[in-house]
């Protein structure tokens, strides 16, 4: 008896995208249309990118979960939040940043097999 099956054929149109029409650093080839959503002013793309990037694999918990917020006190969102004037900003030495550069780049060590590169986009979104 032979099993039958029939699979939905969901066809992704890639797209070639050049660096020189919407800014980014090198040419791509995807399936994400960014051109559109760059056009359409949805998103904004970081302008050094995309770039290639060649994956490591580690067991370090500090590289596979990085911390992407770094806060100059405790509780520095919530004073930030209550806070009425740039002022109160400024003299509560309150500062908070965000570092995306290691978000992508590692996976576990049981996964080395794959020797896998990524293409990493970062954009923000709005609407």
Known sequence: MALEYECLNFRLKNIDLKKENIFLSEDVDTYINLKKIYEENKASIVSTEPHLEKIEYTDSQDKLFPQIRTESCEDAV?????????????????????????????????????????????????D
């Open 78 to 126: 919530k004073k930030f939040l209550e806070a009425k004037t740039m002022s109160d900003i400024t003299q509560g030495n309150i500062s908070i940043s965000y570092s995306l550069k290691d978000i992508g780049r590692f996976k576990r060590t049981n996964w080395a097999f794959q020797k896998e590169w990524r293409y990493i986009i970062h954009f923000l979104l709005w």
